[in-house]
């Protein structure tokens, strides 16, 4: 029998062997399930050919930050023909590239003109952003196209949004139950419910119904917001994860979409447990990391992917922050209930298995890298990395929003983590997924330019 390799010093065993408890009903599932684990266990233990370190004394790879730098920039140049599905992504390959760039800490304001000539064709005289020159709008697609012109930053950029079109527009995508469709006659699920409130918040978009809101209107609603906390809480399945519509299955990229509208609405200590059963909740999302493999998987027995760093990372600050209740008037981190996951199991998987060799990072061990799973892998990455909490000191106190502009972070102590101080990256707003300072300098900007409907 061939000896089994050692694992490098200094790792935990639970990172270096199977789970302890295995299903004994034996199906395609599970195996898949085992096979991941095996192939991660390589990568955790740190013995994989082509992981060529350096390794720090917990046993964890150093983040290869030039190779992703180098990856991501790389990521807004030509592609080959076999990409043209992804023409109708390009606000979001714009979004994905500058949000990784800025976490790793590049200037996303370089980027302004070739942003700004890249996006303006895109833009709908009825309102919103398409995925591509000509193409319908998309909540999506605005959506990126908005971050994407909060990071460049700027008047220009700010200014280039048509706001009144984007107001009328929203209006007709806002639903009789309170939620919203993606395009005009499109589908309605929770991705719209948060673009649209990304969209709204940053952009100081007037919260009254336009003219032409013709299904919100008939409902009985006056505002784009009227309806949408109810809408998001029938979402809440019976496993206690939050699915993309009423009725279907939890997921971990709907769960952050509807606990960020959420926290976007309101405070989240208030509007949190009044519209989910919080117990329930935490007890799903807690499911959603797996051991030995650290990372989180999106739904009941599926696989860890690096995406769900964020997707289900980014779930965490704001129910630590419902937890945790009001914010210090002194403006110090409150009183926490303490994290709520294991950072240490996600900065192994993330630092350990998504990293690839020549830079970008990956769902898992076996896959390649794409600029969707670098942006959100280094955005869960950088998650772990902050306490986030809430202040008294909102840019917008007088607003709706106020909550949603009060977010501080401080770092976690890295001598309590098991990463290396070279491998911080910037922290982000945990509601909008940019720089806080690109936040609030595009709800500034909107503030004191408003649009009169
Ligand atoms: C399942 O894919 C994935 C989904 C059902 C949701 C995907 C949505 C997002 C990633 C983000 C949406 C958010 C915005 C803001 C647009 P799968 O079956 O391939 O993966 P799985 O096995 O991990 O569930
Ligand atoms: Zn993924
Ligand atoms: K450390």
């Not at 095996?38 to 290869?64: I, M, R, W, Y």
Request: net charge negative; charged share 15%.
């Amino acid at each position: 029998m061939a000896t089994q390799p050692e694992p490098r010093p200094g790792i935990p065993s639970l990172f270096t062997q199977p789970p302890p408890i295995r299903d004994p009903l034996v199906t395609e599932t599970t195996r898949l399930q085992e096979a991941t684990v095996e192939k991660c266990l390589t990568f955790l233990k740190g013995l994989h050919p082509s992981q060529t370190g350096p390794f720090n004394d917990t046993g964890v790879p150093a983040l290869h930050r030039e190779d992703h730098v180098t990856y991501l920039y790389e990521s807004l140049e030509d592609y080959p023909a076999g990409f043209v599905a992804m023409d109708a992504s390009r606000p979001w390959m714009v979004y994905w590239a500058l949000a990784g760039l800025a976490l790793l800490g590049e200037d996303p304001t370089h980027f302004r003109e070739r942003v700004l000539g890249t996006l303006r064709p895109m833009q709908n005289a009825t309102g919103g952003f398409g995925g591509g020159h000509g193409q319908t709008s998309h909540l999506a697609s605005s959506y990126a196209a908005v971050l994407a012109l909060a990071m460049v930053g700027g008047a220009e950029a700010f200014a280039l949004v048509d706001r009144d079109a984007m107001w009328r527009w929203l209006g007709r995508l806002k639903q009789a139950d309170g939620g919203f469709s993606v395009t005009e006659g499109g589908e309605e699920d929770v991705r719209g419910a948060y673009c649209a409130s990304t969209i709204i918040a940053l952009l100081d978009i007037p919260l009254v119904l336009p003219p032409d809101a013709t299904k919100a209107r008939e409902a009985g609603f006056e505002t784009l917001t009227d309806g949408l906390a109810e809408y998001l809480s029938r979402c809440q399945s019976f496993e206690g994860g939050i699915s993309g519509s009423p009725g279907v299955e939890a997921h971990g990229a709907y769960a952050f979409c509807a606990l960020a509208c959420l926290s976007i609405l309101g405070a989240p200590e208030e509007i949190i447990p009044k519209h989910m059963n919080l117990p329930l909740l935490l007890s799903w999302l807690s499911a959603r990391q797996y051991a030995p493999e650290g990372g989180f998987s999106g739904r009941t027995n599926k696989l860890v992917d690096g995406c769900y760093s964020h997707w289900v990372g980014g779930c965490w600050p704001l129910l630590q922050s419902a937890l945790d209740g009001k914010p210090q008037p002194s403006g110090a981190p409150p009183e926490t209930v303490g994290s709520l996951f294991s950072r240490d199991g996600l900065d192994r998987y993330i630092l350990g298995c998504c990293q690839t060799p020549m830079g970008g990072l990956r769902d898992k061990p076996g896959k390649s890298a794409d600029s969707y799973h670098t942006c959100y892998v280094l955005t869960g990455l950088s998650a772990t990395q902050h306490h986030h909490y809430r202040t008294n000191a909102s840019i917008s106190p007088d607003s709706p929003f106020a909550s949603a502009f009060s977010w501080q972070a401080s770092p976690v102590a890295v001598e309590e983590s098991v990463y290396e101080s070279a491998d911080r990256l910037v922290a982000f707003h945990p509601l909008f997924v940019i720089p806080h300072q690109a936040a609030a300098n595009m709800r500034i900007w909107c503030e004191s330019n408003p649009i009169h409907v």
